[in-house]
């Protein structure tokens, strides 16, 4: 019946995830920024100053547009946007720092987009440790330190860091699984918020049926093609993106199952509350739509106010997405069991209040329905 | 029938007749400014969960920790006793990050020999991961300074040549348009507006659907006094609703807004007029509203996503960035977000035009659409007519 009749609803189910998938994936297919555009000014103009620019030039985060010869010509760049940083070297730098007089490298970047801030900020700091470390080695050695250990005095702690589960920093990998399932999230909605709407139409037409059962014949169909649609996202994100699967396939179809018949009974219930299906659908969007920036899987629970919390809390997204990408990229999720059980549980929760809602309201318009036949 | 009848007949519409018309368009961007708003409160990502596992314990390995525990960027959430219980609290993902002082620490240190400290962090999340990259850098370098000035007087250098000497050069960074890095300034602007162009969809969606399903009614009017009249209200009250919008993240949330309000209304009133036009002329082919609303949100992500807001277009493939150029909101919601934080947008002339084009061109092609079909209901209606009468003859 669904597979006949309502071809558009297959056509939602499967196509808005898998668009999503398809359209953010090519998206995000670069997974870092890089070439930020970089502008230099360099007043030393020394084999020290030119070390240094070296380094910037080196480093795949910068593309160097232009070394200009004034301040002006650096606020133009930047103004233009045609750079998104600045480098400036000081005049005396190289003999600043041969005099031991301590110098200053400025770094400036526009930071209306975070995107380009956060990049040049870890990776510019980087480089000018790395230059003042050589820089400060040297220095000591000058007073009789010998090489290995005047780069100690330097740097007498190291750091080394150890990325786990996302080595790369990729940003695909850290949005992706995030993204497919909100499409997917999108899709169960469209639909389920729309399925009893024909069958309050036709209460004639279906009054032998039990409440239960019609339901649970929306409910199934809806569910098994959800459940299928989203391990077909997660398949195109594995095998065409090529984002890495550590997990079991156990695992994903635990939780995928769990978010998919939360979401369907969630759509269901307010298809059998909504006295207007249409304004429900759109009213509620607010919250669809918004959901995903709320649910903890990119700006973190710990570091949202007690609103965002409640909000957080409240959305069954945050109960999967974020275990789906670290199901992908851990291998394992923590809360897994917990998560599907709460999402099991609230699904059941919003199916029983479907039936229940679907069940009164058939009896308060069957009389209607009976004058109208009459 | 005359415009301004359109227009009254319209405002009857929005106001009284359907009252959602007007709920969406002043406070679907009002709703969103308020949750991302509140939600983005606290600016940066602070109290990131991390576990020091300190096997050295002693004075110089307690004064790393202590940098750690004093910074905001970072909770302490235990100090485990072991290697396998600090990987324990990272796979529970109890910690995001972790920090693994060796045994030695303070001993090699002291005897001249550098030591390293480990870093562990989950990478799953970058906003998290960038947090915990760039503080625990800021935090080490500050320690080694501290340490390595102390190293250089225990050479001999008196103190300030031993800082100069061991920290030739300072960093001095100029954050420009968004000094303090806030999220809520960068991120929530967007977001409203996003909503906004949903806002004016689902409005005007509602009024042109309706209008197909009553195409008799202003059959006397010339279909461009028809269109005018429908769409002239929306895009006022579009136009009042940005701006209600701006003041409130401006003296609400504390945004800040550096530019002037022509360049504001440019794109305002350009952006409107495209959004409008796109919502009128996808309405002429939606058999229903809800029809339209499927699509409508459907539309929304890719339409913020790839808008160019977050991820920049350069570093987009060529597929995205084609698409990312036929979107309406890839010439605004970036350049409201510079004017705002810069007080400029360099591409403010150009994006400015481009929304006049389009949104002139696609008014033109939803009223020709409007024209059209009612012509052909027109050429039809002698049909039905003939129709009646001979049923009503039988």
């Known amino acids: 019946m669904l597979l006949r009749k309502r071809f558009s609803t297959i056509l939602i189910l499967f196509g808005i995830p898998l668009l999503y998938t398809l359209l953010f ?10 070439n930020i555009p970089l502008v230099i000014y360099d007043q030393d103009q020394t084999a020290t100053s030119r070390t240094l620019v070296q380094a910037f030039a080196d480093s795949e985060r910068y593309e160097i547009v232009a070394q200009v010869s004034s301040q002006e010509e650096v606020e ?6 045609q750079a998104m940083a600045a480098v400036f070297v000081p005049p005396h730098f190289s003999k600043d720092i041969k005099m031991s007089h301590s110098t200053q490298a400025l770094i400036e970047t526009n930071a209306s987009n975070l995107m380009f801030a956060n990049g040049v900020l870890a990776s510019s700091q980087e480089i000018i440790q790395t230059f003042a470390a050589g ?55 469209l639909v389920s918020c729309t399925l009893l709407t024909a069958d309050y139409l036709d209460l004639a037409g279906r009054r032998k049926l039990p409440s239960w059962a019609i339901i649970m014949g929306k409910l199934i169909p809806c569910w098994l093609l959800a459940i299928v649609s989203g391990l077909l996202c997660i398949g195109m994100l594995v095998f065409y993106f090529k984002l890495p699967f550590r997990g079991n396939l156990l695992q994903l179809l635990l939780i995928n199952s769990a978010f998919t018949f939360a979401m369907s009974n969630l759509g269901l219930f307010i298809s059998a509350a909504a006295p207007n299906v249409l304004a429900t659908m759109q009213n509620t969007a607010i919250y669809i739509m918004s959901s995903f920036l709320c649910s903890g899987y990119s700006w973190p629970q710990f570091a949202m106010n007690k609103f965002g919390q409640i909000y957080a809390a409240l959305l069954p997204i945050t109960y999967a997405a974020a275990d789906i990408r670290s199901i992908m990229l851990a291998g394992h999720a923590p809360n897994l069991l917990r998560n599907s059980a709460l999402l099991f549980g609230f699904g059941c929760l919003c199916l029983l209040l479907a039936i229940v809602v679907f069940n009164l309201r058939r009896k308060q318009l069957a009389p209607q329905c009976q004058e109208g036949l009459t | 029938m005359r415009v301004w009848q359109i227009v009254k007949r319209e405002l009857h519409d929005i106001f009284v007749k359907d009252r959602r018309r007007a709920n969406f368009i002043f ?23 991390i576990v020091i596992y300190d096997e050295d314990q002693t004075k110089l390995s307690r004064s790393l920790v202590q940098f750690f525990a004093d910074s905001e960027r970072f909770n302490l959430v235990g100090q485990p006793a072991s290697q396998e219980e600090m990987e324990q609290m990272l796979y529970e993902q109890t910690a995001y990050a972790a920090i693994d002082i060796p045994y ?88 409203a507006m996003a909503t906004f162009q949903q806002g004016i969809f689902l409005s005007v969606g509602a009024s042109i659907v309706s209008e197909y399903n009553n195409l008799r009614e202003l059959a006397a009017a010339h279909p461009w006094q028809v269109m005018v009249g429908k769409l002239l209200p929306y895009f006022v009250f579009a136009t009042v609703s940005f701006f209600v919008t ?78 990312a150029y036929t979107f309406p909101l890839f010439y ?17 002339y150009r994006n400015i035009v481009v929304l006049l084009v389009l949104g002139l061109t696609l008014i033109s092609l939803s009223t020709f659409v409007y024209a059209h079909k009612r012509h052909r209901l027109e050429l039809t209606k002698e049909q039905p007519d003939d129709a009646e009468v001979t049923v009503g003859n039988l």
């Not at chain 2, 350009?270 to 409008?276: G, H, K, M, N």
Request: net charge neutral.
């Open chain 1, 76 to 81: 133009q760049y930047l103004h233009n946007r």
């Open chain 2, 246 to 323: 701006l003041l409130i993240a401006i003296h609400v949330f504390d945004i800040p807004c550096k530019g002037d309000f022509i360049s504001l209304f440019c794109l305002a009133t350009t952006f409107s007029l495209t959004a409008i036009g796109v919502s009128s002329l996808l309405a002429s082919f939606c058999t229903s509203e809800i029809t339209f609303t499927k699509i409508s949100l459907t539309y929304s992500v890719p339409a913020f996503t790839l808008s160019g807001y977050i991820w920049p277009l350069a570093s987009m493939d060529g597929f995205s960035q084609i698409i």
């Open chain 1, 25 to 34: 994936g090519s998206l995000y297919s670069a997974n870092i920024v890089k």
């Open chain 2, 104 to 191: 030695d620490f303070s001993r090699n240190i002291t005897a001249g020999r550098s030591s390293p400290v480990l870093l562990i962090a989950n990478g799953m999340n970058l906003l998290v991961t960038n947090t915990i990259t760039t503080a625990t850098q800021e935090i080490l370098l500050a320690f080694n300074q501290e340490v390595s000035t102390k190293l250089g007087e225990w050479a001999g250098l008196s103190s300030t040549l031993a800082h100069n000497k061991t920290a030739p050069i300072e960093i001095i960074l100029r954050v420009l348009n968004n000094p303090t890095l806030s999220y809520r300034h960068f991120f929530v602007i967007g977001l």
């Open chain 1, 135 to 189: 820089a400060g080695q040297k220095l000591l050695e000058g007073v009789n330190q010998p090489p290995a250990q005047a780069l100690k005095t330097v740097a007498p702690v190291r750091l080394s860091v150890r990325i786990t589960d996302n080595p790369t920093t990729a940003y695909s990998n850290f949005i992706m699984a995030g993204l497919s399932i909100n499409g997917l999230q999108i899709a169960i909605f």
């Open chain 2, 27 to 49: 406070g679907a961007s009002i709703a969103y400014l308020v949750i991302f708003g509140l939600l983005y409160g606290e600016h940066i990502v602070k109290n990131v969960p």
């Open chain 2, 332 to 348: 605004f919601s970036d350049a409201v977000r510079d004017v705002m934080l810069a007080g400029y947008s360099p591409f403010l």
